[in-house]
């Protein structure tokens, strides 16, 4: 959004992601890239810990076909309680309230019952964003997650209501990571 008004977003990876790799395709592609990662319901010692933990929980509720993995993106555009847009500067230090904000959204996924991991990236420009790889299979129920869409929405909601100042435009569909990367 350069020289515009920032605005925060979630963003769906509308992809398939049907293929038995894709996990792990997803998975590295966002931790090669980020600054740390963290999650909730996985063995964190390493990325390859994380990914086997949440194939555990396939394995364990026979749910290892379909769709892998739910893909989101969360972009936050503006300074926690400013709203004046990042710069590099700000990024920096405003790292304490985007460490409480990326855990937050995290743990409700968790709530909601699903294993995930979260990266955080700085973008070139200085936008922190946050990619989540969230289990498909429910921890404790095996079902399946119904609909991403349903997720996003309920976290967009969750955000917008908790975080105003951020000026969220909504939950937005983009094809991702094509699998054969």
Not at 13 to 42: R, S, W
Not at 46 to 56: C, G, L
Request: proline share 2%.
């Amino acid at each position: 959004s350069a020289g515009g008004i920032g605005m925060s977003n979630i963003i769906v990876m509308n992809n398939p992601y049907q293929d038995k790799e894709a996990l792990d395709t997803v998975f590295y592609y966002c931790f090669n890239k980020c600054t740390d990662f963290y999650g909730f319901g996985v063995r964190l010692s390493s990325p390859q810990e994380a990914i086997n933990s949440m194939k555990y929980i396939k394995k364990y509720w026979n749910q290892t076909d379909g769709k892998q993995l739910c893909h989101l993106v969360i972009g936050v555009d503006t300074n926690f309680g400013t709203g004046h847009e990042y710069t590099k500067y700000q990024t920096a230090k405003d790292s304490a309230y985007l460490d409480d904000f990326t855990m937050q959204v995290s743990y409700l996924i968790y709530q909601a019952g699903f294993q995930n991991c979260f990266f955080r990236h700085i973008s070139r420009n200085g936008r922190p964003h946050a990619h989540y790889v969230i289990n498909s299979v429910h921890i404790t129920n095996g079902t399946k997650l119904r609909s991403h869409s349903e997720l996003a929405y309920g976290i967009y909601d969750y955000l917008s209501k908790k975080y105003p100042d951020l000026r969220w435009t909504g939950v937005k569909y983009n094809q991702g990571l094509d699998e054969s990367e």
